[in-house]
């Protein structure tokens, strides 16, 4: 091979690098959106709104225009053998660079090769999205890669796709050929079978490699812990140093730690590795009636980025689902493709990618998988992941530690790490876990004791409150209510302004609550937010009816707004120091007090004389902390003081010697605030330091999971589970013909969680009354039953099926021509049971048994569901 004339292809330094546009991108975008390309890309000025849609697209490509990249990513019959032909039988001539020669690069069978794996190269505009080969000294290929780059990196990064052959090199002295823009096309059409040689000469990169090794991944003995979460989800486990030893020759260093908890990172589209991923799915497009999915922070950035009206498909809150996950939810793509697919399948697909980016980082296979699961709802949850999970992989059950109690081993851990405890002695601890969409209570009780060969750890634990609509996304919706009316007032030039609102919630937030409940805090917010929908849209739900295009726009506002409010949320409590956020079309970034929330342009719908449409520019709103703050602060404390209030004045919390803040929202200070109103600050427990700030809280869950596993697997600790029976948050009442109460499962009380009701035989519905501990009535159930299909029993097959649950006192007491109704709730399944029982003739019959959740979707808040 000879060698060109030296010259090199790497932009100055000092030079910007834009952005380029893909022409089926601007292919989606309206006329007014490609004008503001131009607009932002300085291409063209005054004369861009004189061109139509066509002579845009063409000018914004000639300009700013990238190729569709045409990488080889899955396998074809024969394509390796036929590129490899096509290379030996054309002359390639080096193209000189600045390389310099690769270290070791190591290519792993069935898995992906990606930007985690290191392997970077400077950039060079011809070699983003292009094709490459390891090829050995005799011109065999031995690899086929791919060189792309990441949002927010300034590297390229050498990739490849798990779904490719690999081999080790036949000869010694490997190199990478990096094929430029129009060989790497060329490579790919070869690769297809769409054409058979390259020209007679060619221009590549080549790059010489100390080594390339395949390698296969392991098995590793320790499960992959991960905690599936509303808003987030974290992964990790515990690397022993066996299995350190054995994948650590395809590890650059540093990547790994041995004998430490190691987590699954992701990439934001800031750049930044981080330890968690939204949960969050999103449809990238419907092909041969399947689905193509976006996760995580791919899956967030289609909110933002995808334009009004797109009819893009994004679904939160996927955990939630548990309740019913064999209902059918319809995803559509953009194109206007539609298919029905069940719940657990799209759960399913969201695991299966957290597990794959496991497997793909950590270089394992994980034959094993520990799911976390809320204390509350061990059986359905147990249920779900034993169907979505394939064979090879299993949920453990009977080990496994539900989220609260997974705190608390965390915390346990710590003790044990700093000998903090008294030898067996009972200490007690309440974890409060405020989620993304939940906030839960768990009471428990632990001793520790440091036998001859291993630690005894004795646990018990029992669910004490909660709050199924209070969380993350409630504190998320409250700043986006004040976006929205902000940006109304912003646009109308009327309504209420921010300044109005702040002085609705002046004075004492705590006596307010206390006496009038957390209502009447958000009184001039909730109505100002409101009369706001008339101006700034988001009830899509409203817009079933009405136009594709207005429904679209709606629904993409509420996603929007949202996603802003979000990013606000984690603007002002990652950062103490930061007084106002202004959110506005300008850059993200900000300096000392001051932060910006980036608002693309082209993205907010807004109503004017009657007429919904998109607006050019989004209205600059800015929020101060002291605002945010006190709209948070009312159901920050309405919910500390639900949950305490009781425990204080029965002096039980005082018997705690432990409080344990968990979830990602308890970081915010306004929950310790709260919090002292009932207990000194030293005995809340949470990690501390800017590190532990951003994600500590949302990982001592994981943290306590993978502890948990360590410690049985190596036999560093016994432990001994107990759990105890659940306080329930909810009241289940029937009515009487008289209009009498009965409480046939009362609210927070351990002791009454059964009773009975009864009603004549010929009646054949039963009304249940569901109320929380406000006592406020939240869904009614019609418990429907056919006394013609009871079956006769005595009492003993009632007591063989049902035990204690009907007890033979009340049974005996069923008179002829009476149906009484047995309810008990069932803890695991966080539901009642209904069983009905007659007596005709003095013969008992008995009809089937009826399961019924608590949390119905139906009464529980949905910030997603376009009513809000």
Same mark, same amino acid.
């Given at each position: 091979?000879?060698?060109?004339?030296?010259?090199?292809?790497?932009?100055?330094?000092?030079?910007?690098?834009?952005?380029?546009?893909r022409a089926e991108e601007l292919e989606r975008m309206t006329t007014m959106q490609l004008i503001d390309v131009c607009e932002r890309e300085s291409i063209i000025h005054a004369a861009a709104d004189r061109l139509d849609r066509g002579e845009?697209?063409?000018?914004?490509?000639?300009?700013?225009?990238?190729?569709?990249?045409?990488?080889?990513?899955?396998?074809?019959?024969?394509?390796?053998?036929?590129?490899?032909?096509?290379?030996?039988?054309?002359?390639?001539?080096?193209?000189?660079?600045?390389?310099?020669?690769?270290?070791?690069?190591?290519?792993?069978?069935?898995?992906?090769?990606?930007?985690?794996?290191?392997?970077?190269?400077?950039?060079?505009?011809?070699?983003?999205?292009?094709?490459?080969?390891?090829?050995?000294?005799? $011109?065999?290929?031995?690899?086929?890669?791919?060189?792309?780059?990441?949002?927010?990196?300034?590297?390229?990064?050498?990739?490849?796709?798990?779904?490719?052959?690999?081999?080790?090199?036949?000869?010694?002295?490997?190199?990478?050929?990096?094929?430029?823009?129009?060989?790497?096309?060329?490579?790919?059409?070869?690769?297809?079978?769409?054409?058979?040689?390259?020209?007679?000469?060619?221009?590549?990169?080549?790059?010489?490699?100390?080594?390339?090794?395949?390698?296969?991944?392991?098995?590793?003995?320790?499960?992959?812990?991960?905690?599936?979460?509303?808003?987030?989800?974290?992964?990790?486990?515990?690397?022993?140093?066996?299995?350190?030893?054995?994948?650590?020759?395809? #590890?650059?260093?540093?990547?790994?730690?041995?004998?430490?908890?190691?987590?699954?990172?992701?990439?934001?589209?800031?750049?930044?590795?981080?330890?968690?991923?939204?949960?969050?799915?999103?449809?990238?497009?419907?092909?041969?009636?399947?689905?193509?999915?976006?996760?995580?922070?791919?899956?967030?950035?289609?909110?933002?980025?995808?334009?009004?009206?797109?009819?893009?498909?994004?679904?939160?809150?996927?955990?939630?689902?548990?309740?019913?996950?064999?209902?059918?939810?319809?995803?559509?793509?953009?194109?206007?493709?539609?298919?029905?697919?069940?719940?657990?399948?799209?759960?399913?697909?969201? #695991?299966?990618?957290?597990?794959?980016?496991?497997?793909?980082?950590?270089?394992?296979?994980?034959?094993?998988?520990?799911?976390?699961?809320?204390?509350?709802?061990?059986?359905?949850?147990?249920?779900?992941?034993?169907?979505?999970?394939?064979?090879?992989?299993?949920?453990?059950?009977?080990?496994?530690?539900?989220? $609260?109690?997974?705190?608390?081993?965390?915390?346990?851990?710590?003790?044990?790490?700093?000998?903090?405890?008294?030898?067996?002695?009972?200490?007690?601890?309440?974890?409060?876990?405020?989620?993304?969409?939940?906030? &839960?209570?768990?009471?428990?009780?632990?001793?520790?004791?440091?036998?001859?060969?291993?630690?005894?750890?004795?646990?018990?634990?029992?669910?004490?409150?909660?709050?199924?609509?209070?969380?993350?996304?409630?504190?998320?919706?409250?700043?986006?209510?004040?976006?929205?009316?902000? #940006?109304?007032?912003?646009?109308?030039?009327?309504?209420?302004?921010?300044?109005?609102?702040?002085?609705?919630?002046?004075?004492?937030?705590?006596?307010?609550?206390?006496?009038?409940?957390?209502?009447?805090?958000?009184?001039?917010?909730?109505?100002?937010?409101?009369?706001?929908?008339?101006?700034v849209p988001t009830r899509f739900r409203d817009y079933e009816y009405s136009s594709r295009e207005e429904y679209y726009m709606v629904r993409s506002n509420l996603y929007f707004l949202f996603a802003l409010a979000e990013n606000v949320k984690?603007?002002?409590?990652?950062?103490?120091?930061?007084?106002?956020?202004? +959110?506005?079309?300008?850059?993200?970034?900000?300096?000392?007090?001051?932060?910006?929330?980036?608002?693309?342009?082209?993205?907010?719908?807004?109503?004017?004389?009657?007429?919904?449409? +998109?607006?050019?520019?989004?209205?600059?709103?800015?929020?101060?902390?002291?605002?945010?703050?006190?709209?948070?602060?009312?159901?920050?404390?309405?919910?500390?003081?639900?949950?305490?209030?009781?425990?204080?004045?029965?002096?039980?919390?005082?018997?705690?010697?432990?409080?344990?803040?968990?979830?990602?929202?308890?970081?915010?200070?306004?929950?310790?605030?709260?919090?002292?109103?009932?207990?000194?600050?030293?005995?809340?427990?949470?990690?501390?330091?800017?590190?532990?700030? &951003?994600?500590?809280?949302?990982?001592?869950?994981?943290?306590?999971?993978?502890?948990?596993?360590?410690?049985?697997?190596?036999?560093?600790?016994?432990?001994?589970?107990?759990?105890?029976?659940?306080?329930?948050?909810?009241?289940?009442?029937?009515?009487?013909?008289?209009?009498?109460?009965?409480?046939?499962?009362?609210?927070?009380?351990?002791?009454?969680?059964?009773?009975?009701?009864?009603?004549?035989?010929?009646?054949?519905?039963?009304?249940?009354?569901?109320?929380?501990?406000?006592?406020?009535?939240?869904?009614?159930?019609?418990?429907?039953?056919?006394?013609?299909?009871?079956?006769?029993?005595?009492?003993?097959?009632?007591?063989?099926?049902?035990?204690?649950?009907?007890?033979?006192?009340?049974?005996?007491?069923?008179?002829?021509?009476?149906?009484?109704?047995?309810?008990?709730?069932?803890?695991?399944?966080?539901?009642?049971?209904?069983?009905?029982?007659?007596?005709?003739?003095?013969?008992?019959?008995? $009809?089937?048994?009826?399961?019924?959740?608590?949390?119905?979707?139906?009464?529980?808040?949905?910030?997603?569901?376009?009513?809000?």
């Open positions: 091979m000879t060698r060109e004339t030296p010259y090199t292809f790497e932009a100055p330094k000092d030079r910007k690098r834009h952005r380029r546009y845009l697209i063409r000018l914004v490509m000639q300009f700013r225009g990238s190729r569709t990249p045409q990488l080889i990513l899955e396998p074809a019959e024969g394509g390796t053998e036929r590129l490899e032909r096509a290379l030996r039988g054309t002359k390639r001539r080096d193209i000189a660079h600045g390389i310099g020669a690769l270290g070791k690069l190591v290519a792993y069978r069935g898995l992906d090769t990606n930007f985690f794996d290191g392997y970077a190269l400077p950039y060079m505009p011809d070699l983003d999205g292009v094709n490459a080969a390891v090829l050995d000294s005799a $011109g065999g290929i031995c690899a086929i890669l791919q060189v792309q780059s990441y949002p927010g990196r300034d590297p390229l990064y050498i990739t490849r796709s798990g779904a490719l052959p690999c081999r080790p090199a036949q000869a010694k002295g490997c190199a990478l050929a990096l094929f430029p823009l129009e060989l790497s096309d060329a490579a790919y059409r070869i690769y297809a079978g769409e054409q058979e040689t390259f020209p007679p000469e060619v221009l590549a990169y080549t790059v010489p490699l100390l080594d390339f090794l395949v390698l296969d991944p392991v098995e590793s003995s320790m499960p992959l812990a991960v905690d599936f979460g509303t808003s987030n989800t974290a992964a990790g486990f515990y690397l022993d140093r066996p299995t350190y030893e054995k994948i650590e020759q395809g #590890l650059q260093r540093g990547q790994l730690i041995p004998d430490s908890v190691n987590y699954v990172l992701h990439l934001t589209p800031e750049g930044e590795a981080v330890p968690m991923a939204p949960t969050v799915i999103g449809v990238e497009r419907i092909e041969g009636g399947a689905a193509a999915y976006v996760m995580g922070h791919e899956a967030e950035r289609m909110v933002m980025d995808g334009y009004a009206g797109d009819g893009f498909c994004v679904f939160y809150d996927i955990k939630r689902w548990a309740a019913d996950y064999t209902r059918m939810e319809e995803l559509s793509d953009r194109y206007g493709g539609r298919i029905l697919v069940a719940r657990k399948e799209i759960i399913g697909a969201y #695991l299966q990618h957290i597990i794959g980016s496991a497997q793909q980082r950590f270089k394992c296979i994980f034959k094993s998988v520990y799911l976390s699961y809320p204390v509350k709802q061990r059986e359905r949850f147990e249920a779900l992941y034993r169907e979505i999970l394939p064979g090879s992989l299993e949920a453990l059950g009977e080990d496994a530690l539900d989220e $609260g109690v997974s705190v608390l081993y965390s915390a346990i851990s710590r003790i044990i790490d700093s000998r903090e405890y008294a030898e067996g002695a009972w200490l007690r601890a309440l974890i409060i876990d405020c989620g993304g969409g939940t906030t &839960d209570l768990t009471a428990c009780r632990f001793r520790i004791r440091s036998e001859r060969i291993s630690y005894s750890i004795e646990i018990e634990a029992a669910y004490a409150d909660g709050d199924a609509d209070f969380g993350g996304n409630n504190l998320t919706y409250r700043i986006m209510q004040l976006i929205k009316v902000a #940006l109304a007032s912003e646009l109308s030039g009327a309504g209420a302004t921010l300044q109005d609102i702040a002085a609705g919630m002046g004075g004492d937030i705590y006596r307010a609550v206390e006496d009038l409940g957390a209502k009447s805090v958000y009184g001039a917010l909730d109505e100002a937010y409101a009369a706001a929908e008339g101006v984690k603007e002002f409590f990652a950062n103490p120091h930061v007084l106002q956020a202004t +959110v506005g079309d300008a850059p993200p970034g900000g300096a000392g007090s001051q932060a910006h929330i980036h608002a693309p342009r082209w993205k907010l719908a807004a109503r004017a004389n009657g007429k919904l449409s +998109v607006r050019r520019e989004f209205p600059e709103v800015s929020l101060s902390s002291a605002l945010v703050k006190a709209a948070l602060h009312g159901d920050i404390y309405d919910a500390i003081h639900r949950f305490l209030e009781r425990l204080y004045e029965s002096g039980e919390l005082g018997g705690y010697q432990i409080i344990n803040l968990t979830g990602q929202s308890c970081k915010i200070d306004i929950f310790r605030d709260s919090l002292k109103e009932y207990i000194p600050g030293k005995l809340m427990r949470g990690p501390q330091g800017r590190g532990a700030d &951003d994600y500590r809280l949302k990982l001592s869950c994981l943290d306590g999971a993978i502890r948990y596993i360590r410690d049985r697997r190596l036999g560093y600790a016994r432990v001994s589970l107990e759990a105890m029976a659940p306080s329930l948050p909810y009241e289940l009442r029937a009515f009487t013909h008289t209009g009498e109460s009965v409480v046939l499962l009362e609210a927070l009380n351990r002791e009454r969680t059964r009773g009975g009701v009864s009603r004549p035989l010929g009646s054949a519905e039963l009304r249940l009354h569901l109320l929380n501990t406000r006592g406020e009535e939240k869904y009614v159930y019609a418990i429907i039953c056919d006394p013609g299909s009871f079956r006769p029993v005595t009492y003993e097959d009632i007591e063989e099926a049902y035990g204690g649950f009907i007890p033979q006192g009340e049974a005996d007491a069923i008179e002829n021509g009476e149906l009484r109704y047995f309810v008990w709730a069932d803890g695991g399944a966080w539901g009642f049971s209904v069983v009905p029982v007659s007596r005709e003739g003095d013969q008992l019959r008995i $009809g089937e048994r009826q399961a019924h959740p608590f949390e119905v979707e139906s009464w529980i808040v949905n910030y997603f569901d376009g009513t809000w």
